[in-house]
């Protein structure tokens, strides 16, 4: 997983707790890489699973909303850093519709290791399905990004997830406004 995802997240916690939180997160989490991560640098995926389950630990807050704060936050941060993905698109499943075959797209050109999740949408009109696949299972990830989206768009979209048979997670979206 790049680094970046770590250094985004360990700011949020520094942002919505303390900078001492992020050491006690990351003494607590006994983690291969020490905690030192730079945005560039590759870590396993067990780490964030660590740090997230230490912060739960700590703050009481259910690991699933903590990883669903986190990507409202990602959402943010990553539409900053890229937002000639965002620039021309008005629309909130427009947007989630392009995802997998054109954010992670480019995305995937401009960080070959990257590990990113596969999206399969169909769409009619004001209704996006999106099903999830991903070896990390990071549905809740998922979750807050699609909200951060929304948010956004300042749009009003109603959500319900399913778990599939197959292990993939199952989003159903439709915009209301
Ligand atoms: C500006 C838009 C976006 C950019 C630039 C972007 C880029 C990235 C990057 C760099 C990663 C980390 C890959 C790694 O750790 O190796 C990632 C992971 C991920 N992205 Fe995106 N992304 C964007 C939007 C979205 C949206 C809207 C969703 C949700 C529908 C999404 C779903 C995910 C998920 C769930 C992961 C975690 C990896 C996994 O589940 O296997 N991304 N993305």
């Known amino acids: 997983m790049k680094g970046m995802v770590f250094t ?55 690991a699933p909303d903590l990883v669903k704060a986190f ?30 075959k054109v954010i992670h797209v480019e995305v995937m050109k401009l960080y070959p290791d990257a590990m990113l999740p596969r999206f399969e949408t169909s769409r009619e009109g004001n209704r996006l399905q999106m099903i999830y696949r991903s070896p990390r299972g990071m549905e809740d990830l998922a979750q807050g990004l699609i909200e951060g989206c929304m948010e956004h768009f300042s749009q009003v979209v109603r959500m319900e997830r399913h778990k599939r048979p197959d292990g993939s997670t199952e989003f159903n979206l439709e915009r209301l406004q």
Do not use: W
Request: with cysteine.
């Open 8 to 62: 985004e997240f360990l700011g949020m916690v520094a942002d919505r707790f303390s900078e001492n939180m992020v050491d006690d997160i990351i003494e607590d989490s006994d983690l291969p890489s020490g905690g030192a991560y730079t945005s560039v640098g590759l870590y396993d995926h067990s780490e964030i699973v660590k740090l997230v389950e230490s912060l739960s630990h700590r703050t009481g807050a259910p």
């Open 71 to 100: 990507g409202h936050h990602l959402f943010g941060r990553l539409q900053t850093m890229h937002p000639e993905f965002v620039c021309g698109i008005d629309d909130a499943l427009d947007f989630l519709e392009s995802v997998d």
